[in-house]
Structures are given as structure tokens and as C-alpha cells.
């Protein structure tokens, strides 16, 4: 009769410990690097979310929310929402909708390319904040009350 | 191209295996070999960033669907009008495969596409946008519209399931909410 | 020759969506029927020894494939995700109401 364990097994949580936060910073070198390489801020929030996923899966329910809540997330997806728009709104300012207004750079540096990695950032937290609050809503759901 | 053909047969043929298999866990492992086969195919043509997108999103999704679906019981199923349904279906299909072979001869040639807008693109993106990534330069610069509507889309799609999902009157992470109390009109 | 293997895989989903009876098998058909329009999109833009439209250091812009439809499939990529989400999430309210997922028992206007 052993006390039962939230979370996986020994294993996973020794592997989780080591890979969770280079999964994280893989996450953020693809989101910022978009404009040079292939990613972009979908990929890059995806798997930003996916490495809080994984912590979760891990190491149980409680845990995991206590590194982010749920009314935290919902922040943070709203925030990131409401950056894109101001960026895109800025733009009337000079000209038209969405107007590119920082300067561009040299080619190959990584701040060139005017309003793009500012996107990118904006895009990646609303993306991420918004799949891991859905998560945690679908497997929340599953512990208040099963019927049937 | 021979890869691109053995890659959609392999593709194919997990798809009829994920229909017809009657183990729940064992179709949604054979949808993951579709998906991972897709996100080769974009490897092979050559679209870098759609295979990373498509890798990811194929992960989540299936961790989504294990997770929020397995600890159900699954009902056998099985009827006399089910037959029926399948051949009709199976003769609509045919006729739809027939018609579109029949389309499919007006459009150009696999591997010779009419580039109208994207030469455009190709040779004044660097120079417009100052990005090296022309793909991204395409979906945050020249299109960028279309990329605020997807992220509408985003913001939607999370609001619905956070109404759908919600529990009226919670009272606390252990007890269960009676029936009666949620559909009162 | 191509382009009709996309399109059998597409009439597969639909095959699956219209024919079977669990609410689980519906949601994978679904999904299969998404992955092959998706494909069907990239294989209308790729031009025959062509390279990716990411420019390296010599910065030479010819021969390469049309990035135009990979733009607008990423973001149908996501949002395919998104709809997904969403029919499970829809999905589980009605287990939890009828205690099956058999689509031919869940006909009760008022539980």
C-alpha cells in the first residue's frame, strides 16, 4: 500500500528536469530568430506551450500550476493580442495599416527587419497563453466530477 | 520524385488503417503516422517552416485527443443500416474522384507553377522588408492582414472552449455540481 | 497522377465523417481531411528543383518555390489545431450529458 504519486514515474521525472528548460529555450531562439531562419511566432508558441504541457504531464496538476495559473495565462493571451493590434495601429501614424515604420537594418542581423521580430514576440505569447489555458480547461474538467 | 509517391501511399494507407481499426488508442496512433508523414512531405517540398508547424501542432493535437478521451468506455456499434449508408457513400466518392480527374487536367503541370504575385515577392522582399526569411516577410509584412484575422480566429476558438468547459457555481476542486442546478430556465 | 492521391486521401476523411458512428472516429476524419487540402496546397506551389524560399548568404533569388501558398497554409495549420480543440472540448460536454459518444443515442432534446 504505497501513498500514490501525482505525476509519471521516476524516469520521466528526472528526464523532465533536464529537458524542460532547453525546450524552452528552443522555443524562444526560434520565435525570435523568425525572420532569418524558418519558425515564426506559430511554431515558436506552440512549443513554448509544449514544454509547460510537458511539466504538467510530468509532475501532476498542482505543480504545474503553480509555476503558471490559469488567470495568469489568460493575461498573458490577452496581452499579446493587444500588442499586435497597437503595433498595427501605430502604423496609421505614418501612412496605412501596418505600415513598417522601425528602420530596416542590415540583412542577417538579428534586430533588422523593421516591425517583423516585435510581431513575432506578440504572436508567440498569444499563441502559447492561449493553448495552455485551453489545456488546463480540458484536463480540469476531466478531475471535477466524471459522470456516466 | 519517387519519395514524394511512396511517402503518400505509406500516408494512404495509415489513413485506412485509422478509419477502419476498431481500438480507439490504435486509430488516434495511426492518425500520428499521418500526420508525421505530412510533415515529411513538406521536408521533401520544400517548405521548412510548415514542417516545423506541422510537427508541433501534429503533438499537441494528439496528446489533446489521448488525454482528453481515453479513460472513456467505447460502445460497440454495429446495424444493418450501417451498410446501406456505406455503399451510398462509397458511390458519391466514386463520383467525386471521377469529376475531379476531369478538373484536375486544366491545372498546370505538377512542378511548373504560374507565379504571378510571387515574383513580386521573391525579388523585392529583401529589399522592402529587410527580412531574410521570405516566407515570414510574406505573412507579417505583405499579408499581414490575413495574419490579424488568424489570430482573431485564435482568440475565439480559447474563448469558446473556456464557455464551454465552465462549470456554473463551483464550489471547489473536490465536490460535484448536481445536475438540476446547471440547466435551470 | 499526384494530385489524385491527395484527393483520395481527402474523400478518405470524408469517408470516415459520414459513415461512422462514434463521436471519436468523426473528429479523426476530420483531421485527415484537413491534412490532405493542406497538402493539396503545397504541392499546387512547388516548382521542380527548386529551393526553399529562405535566402542564404549569397543571396540569389532565382529557382525558388512559391512561398505564397506556404504563408497562408501555416496559418491554416493552426487553425485547423484550433478547431480541433474545440469539437473535443464540445465532445466531452456531450459524454458527460448522455454517457456515450454513439452519435445515434444522443437524440433527447432534454436529458
Known sequence: MKTEEPGMSLIVKTITRLTVGLILLYGIYIVTHGHLSPGGGFAGGVIIALSFIHLMLAFGKELALKKLNQSLSSLFEGFGAIMFLTIALIGFVGGYFFLNFISKGKPFNLFSAGIIPLCNIAICFKVGAGLFAVFVALTLLRMNGKKG | MFELYALLIFMIIAAIVAVEIKDLLSSIVAVGAVGLGLSVAFLILKAPDLAITQLVVEILSLIILIRATIKRDITPVNGQKELLNAIIVLLFIGGFLFFAYLALKDLPSFGHPIMRVSKTYLVEGLKKTGATNLVGSVILDFRAYDTLGEATILFTAVIGVLVVLRRVGRKGVGEEVKEDEEYED | ?111
Open chain 3, 1 to 111: 497522377m499526384i494530385y489524385l492521391m491527395c484527393f483520395s486521401l481527402f474523400s478518405i476523411g470524408i469517408y470516415c465523417i459520414l459513415v461512422k458512428r462514434n463521436l471519436i472516429k468523426i473528429i479523426i476524419g476530420l483531421g485527415i481531411a484537413e491534412y490532405a487540402v493542406n497538402l493539396f496546397f503545397i504541392l499546387l506551389g512547388y516548382r521542380l528543383r527548386g529551393r526553399a524560399p529562405i535566402l542564404a548568404q549569397d543571396q540569389v533569388v532565382e529557382n525558388m518555390v512559391d512561398p505564397l501558398p506556404q504563408a497562408l497554409i501555416l496559418t491554416a495549420i493552426v487553425i485547423g489545431l484550433a478547431v480541433t480543440v474545440l469539437v473535443v472540448a464540445i465532445a466531452l460536454r456531450i459524454y458527460e450529458k448522455y454517457g456515450t459518444f454513439d452519435i445515434t443515442k444522443v437524440k433527447k432534446l432534454r436529458g
